[in-house]
């Protein structure tokens, strides 16, 4: 079975430059999450959507942040313009419904110089 | 602020020993935890949990112990094995899980053979 499927794996970019981080739930999973890993911060919630419909964006740290979830089978999170804080690992998870075991994609490796 | 806290950043153990992983929380609201492991350049994989109605649950070597009164939870890892190394992340959520996992920063623990 595969699991939740995020791209690219690793992204280098400058400063400035449009981010775009893709992610397949596990199909079949109702809902979505975009989680943020920092050293200082851990993991953080950024956006989750239910049924394709975001339930809550607060997370989202500012308006160069947007998520969005075009059908059950794909989302995207997109940062525009980049800022060299923004560089993370970028996960991705999805769950049969809110509640039951979260499954986390292997992450996106975000540095921007 | 932190929701979720697990104050020692990492941990050493020696092989065969007993590794307990700490965890604190604030929100009285939270009534199920989970913990869940992290290696290198992979995403979180489930690895326990508890609901508030309990305030004990073992799975094999892993044990997480649940105090509400203290708002505290632990995980303890017996015997602690090299492969145990990775990153243990603590979570919680509210509404006996329908509610998006709020995550710890981590604990890194390693074994030592």
Known sequence: DAGVIQSPRHEVTEMGQEVTLRCKPISGHNSLFWYRQTMMRGLELLIYFNNNVPIDDSGMPEDRFSAKMPNASFSTLKIQPSEPRDSAVYFCASRLHLAGELFFGEGSRLTVL | ?113
Not at chain 2, 33 to 54: Q, R
């Open chain 2, 1 to 113: 602020d932190q929701q979720v806290k697990q104050n020692s950043p990492s941990l050493s153990v020696q092989e065969g020993r007993i590794s307990i992983l700490n965890c604190d929380y604030t929100n009285s609201m939270f009534d199920y935890f989970l913990w869940y492991k992290k290696y290198p350049a992979e995403g979180p994989t489930f690895l326990i949990s508890i609901s508030s109605i309990k305030d004990k649950n073992e799975d094999g070597r892993f044990t997480v112990f649940l105090n509400k009164s203290a708002k505290h939870l632990s995980l303890h890892i017996v015997p602690s094995q090299p492969g145990d190394s990775a990153v243990y992340f603590c979570a919680a959520s509210q509404n006996s899980g329908n509610t998006p996992l709020v995550f710890g920063k981590g604990t890194r623990l390693s074994v030592i053979a």
